[in-house]
Structure formats: structure tokens, C-alpha cells
């Protein structure tokens, strides 16, 4: 098992959009294994590259016992409109209402390079969407409104986790873009 420490609200690699993968290789499949690990572990619906540290387009999911990963991923969103709590793995024990869209298609790569797409509703299209954003450096509290993302910020920064410090590990096989994960 590759169980990695999570990124924590407030490290910058949350906020900086990651590289697309361009090689489809050993790393890549080291770390899918390790996102896997850690999201199980977690436990967890969804987690991205990024939360590990790493800047690439790559996440991981285990929604309604579909357990799989993207890479490189794009997204088409329905119309209509669903409301619920999302929580993040990033901002241990919160949840907030967030508005997300109800269907989702992503379409991207397996870490084979093969590809493939992933299709769902409710709970499944909110995971690809939140996991899609942390790729792209947004988190779900700016899906927010403004009166919520105030009361969601009071709660971050009255969590006793509020303000760790990054985990710094050292010998890593996978690319961070001169970043020490």
C-alpha cells in the first residue's frame, strides 16, 4: 500500500493548475496506484494529483463502487442544476451546499494512454467535477456564494488543522515540477 500525506487548505499546489500528462509511463501508474491507496485509505470519492503535491492532470474515484482514475480529463456539464453538501479531502471534516451540475461526461485517458470516458449524475458528476476543478487550482468553496463561502472560510480557519505545514517527502518518484512533495 502507497498511502501519501494530503495537501491541506492553504499549500499552493492546490491553487496552481497542474500540467497535462504527456508521458504514459512507470511514474504514472506508480501514481495512480499511490492516489488510489490514499483515497481508499482515506476514505475518500475522489482524489487529485495535486492533493498529493503533484502537478499533473491526473484523479481517482470510488463512487457507488466504481472505482477508477482519469487523466487529462475534459468536461461536459448538463444544464440542470443540483444542490448538496461537498467536502474535500484537502479541508478535513467540513462539508458546504455547493452547487454543481447534475450530469457530467469526462472524457480523458487510463493511465495506459487508452481512451476513455466516465459518465454519471448526481454524486458521480459532482466527484469529476470537483476533482476536474483541483486540477484546473480551483477549490469547491469558490463554487460557493458569497454568503456561504464566508460562513465555509470562518469554519476552515477555526479547524484545528488550519494552518499545518505542508508535508515535505523526500525521494519521490513522481514529477513535481521542482516541487518537493
Not at 493548475?17 to 495512480?32: G, I, N, S, Y
Not at 456539464?77 to 474535500?88: F, K, P, V
Not at 458546504?96 to 487510463?110: E, H, I, L, Q
Request: with cysteine; hydrophobic share 40%; charged share 30%.
Amino acid at each position: 500500500m502507497a498511502v501519501k500525506p494530503i495537501r491541506l487548505f492553504g499549500d499552493p499546489v492546490l491553487r496552481t493548475p497542474a500540467e497535462p500528462v504527456k508521458d504514459f509511463d512507470k511514474e504514472l501508474r506508480q501514481l495512480v496506484k499511490d492516489l488510489t491507496d490514499t483515497m481508499v485509505d482515506a476514505p475518500g470519492a475522489g482524489l487529485a494529483a495535486p492533493q498529493l503535491g503533484v502537478g499533473l492532470r491526473v484523479f481517482t474515484y470510488y463512487v457507488d463502487d466504481r472505482l477508477g482514475h482519469l487523466v487529462n480529463p475534459t468536461l461536459e456539464l448538463g444544464e440542470e442544476q443540483q444542490d448538496g453538501d461537498e467536502g474535500c479531502l484537502s479541508l478535513p471534516g467540513l462539508a458546504f451546499p455547493t452547487p454543481r451540475a447534475w450530469r457530467a461526461v469526462a472524457r480523458g485517458f487510463n493511465m495506459h494512454g487508452e481512451p476513455i470516458t466516465v459518465e454519471g449524475t448526481e454524486l458521480l458528476a459532482r466527484c469529476v467535477q470537483h476533482e476536474t476543478d483541483h486540477l484546473d487550482g480551483i477549490l469547491f468553496i469558490d463554487r460557493m456564494d458569497p454568503e456561504q463561502r464566508k460562513l465555509a472560510m470562518r469554519a476552515i480557519r477555526e479547524a484545528e488543522w488550519f494552518g499545518e505545514p505542508a508535508p515535505v517527502v523526500r525521494d519521490s518518484p513522481h514529477r513535481t515540477f521542482g516541487r518537493a512533495i
